[in-house]
């Protein structure tokens, strides 16, 4: 498997009067081609910052503090902000869990699709609203033709999603990025969405990075997990090994503390305590103040990275593999 | 009705609130929102009753228009054996006291420049409890403690509080007031799920200690199973499915119950992919489908949906809105 994008050292920080706080400290990873990677975590754990910072779009006054970002072999990091921002529109494209930070709410949807398009490519109004049509198609938006014409106010909350795919899909990136993309949705309509994902993912064969904190949807979707605490990667795996076989404390914690696994008059396996903010991260491993396999290092000494198995890393002092 | 009956601490029946949608220059009325039409159900003492659906279905009108937030046009809300609905000003106040409500957001229902320990006296001084401020901060300390605070924390704000802290401080300012009733409207909504278990954990243990009952609003069946003793599912507008919590996810009568239970992510690795088990949108509660609400959706409709109106008929344990509950059994999914 080959990388598209390869993320090395990334951190990312905000200003303060104390100095810079840092919200992304250190993540590695790769997205390879045709997989769906997912960053999961609870928020706070600095995974949407993470995708932002690979987009270079972190809020301002945010930046990235060092670290590299290649697609394709591209820094990214070191690029003008013209070719940046032409990536970003045909390379690389983000669908939001609120698809109206993107949508334009006096503009029709058909023609904010059109002007995507003909934004990134030499073509024709009418080409481009032909490809429109068919992406609506492929989106799965019943009656494409009159949905061309409305307004995002006139479509449900799920069609304002497919619209938003549909505008993502429109300059054929390499990678999508969907930050937290059935969260604001029913549940009916967020599994209509999820298997609308899959099947584009399938039929495209393109790279994933999928940004939730439910464990349900990335069981759904995901090839490999890799799981966020405290601006840190914790553990990385393959799908199946992480939900059937945890390594991390925190990760066996998460998947334990989903109440639907929860056996009928027993009580609810909780994680103590919250995540601490970045000005209250301890100075060994972050997840030491909640975790009930501490020892005496993990107060003091960051984990290195381990590689227990193929395929599989963790940041832990004390994983035993005995799962969960 | 009335209840004499120790056994139901609320019976609803009948609930209709419907929201006159006006329009032009003389606000004349062209249609109601249909939030909620002929909902019943009862809660017993220390019980748990969850109330289900999506978007628009109406679950939190419902909670709202039981602690008259709303003002149902019809229907009997009768707790502890008096109508809710029935009551004049002065007596829906003292009644007030016996049923509470923790919202989604504790940050909107929070007063930012009070300290917490004088929002959660705040009831307690209307409601005559405590003789003293001394006393009154004695309770607050030991409500905080109740709810695993640190009582040290009774004068600080609520911004210096995280989502999961705010949200305890929310409960303890509705037990402050001893309530029998609790209306949690998505209260674990908006939380991580490591701190959702710390508060569902809480809940739980407040119920068994307290003999609390609970009307708990959510959209999320995952936290239902874990919490609920009983279950009512809406959608736009009416209940289509109630019942006891395990046949409800054992073996759901309604396909609309079927289905939503279906759409859940599993997180079990070998179960994945499947099919998204309801297709198309809700459609809008100003004007739903006519016979069944849900047989625009619905993936066994018959032709008779399409005109008559189903009537709830009791399956076990409790009862479904569909034409098939009475036809034949359930099947299990």
Known sequence: M???????????????????????????FDLNRGEVLALVGESGSGKSMTALSAMRLVPKPGRVVSGSVRLDGTELLDLPVTEMRRVRGARMAMIFQEPMTCLNPVVRVGEQVIEAIQLHEDVSKAEARARTRELFVEVGIPDPEARLDAFPHQLSGGLKQRVMIAMALSTRPEILIADEPTTALDVTVQAQILALLRDLQRDRDAAILLITHDLGIVNELADRVAVMYAGRLVEVAERRALLSDPRHPYTQGLLRSIPALARPGEALPEIPGVVPSPDQWPAGC??????????????????????????????????????? | MSDANDDVLLRVSGLRTWYPIKQGLLRKTTGYVQAATDVGFTIAPGETLALVGESGCGKSTVGRSILRLENPQEGEVFFEGRDLLALDEEALRAARQRVQIVFQDPMASLDPRMRIRDQIAEGMHSFGIGADDAERGERVARLLERVQLDPAAMDR??????????????IARALAVEPRLIVCDESVSALDVSIQAQILNLLRELQDELGLSYLFITHDLSVVKYLAHQVAVMYLGKIVEQGPTERIFASPAHPYTQGLLAAIPSIDPDRRGGAPPVLGDVPSPSDPPAGCHFHTRCPRVMDRCRREVPSLVPVEGGASRCFLSSEDPPENH
């Not at chain 1, 501490?294 to 198995?309: G, H, L, N, Q, V």
């Not at chain 2, 704000?157 to 305890?168: C, K, M």
Request: with cysteine.
């Open chain 1, 286 to 324: 972050r997840f030491a103040t909640r975790c009930p396999k501490r020892i005496d290092r993990c107060d003091t000494d960051f984990p290195e990275e381990t590689a227990p198995a193929e395929g599989r890393r963790v940041w832990c002092h004390v994983h035993d593999g005995e799962g969960a």
């Open chain 2, 157 to 170: 704000y609520p911004h210096e509080f995280s989502g999961g802290q705010r949200q305890r401080i929310c």
């Open chain 1, 2 to 28: 080959s990388a598209v994008l390869e993320v090395r050292d990334l951190r990312t920080a905000f200003p303060s009067s104390g100095g810079p706080v840092p919200v992304v400290d250190g993540v590695s």
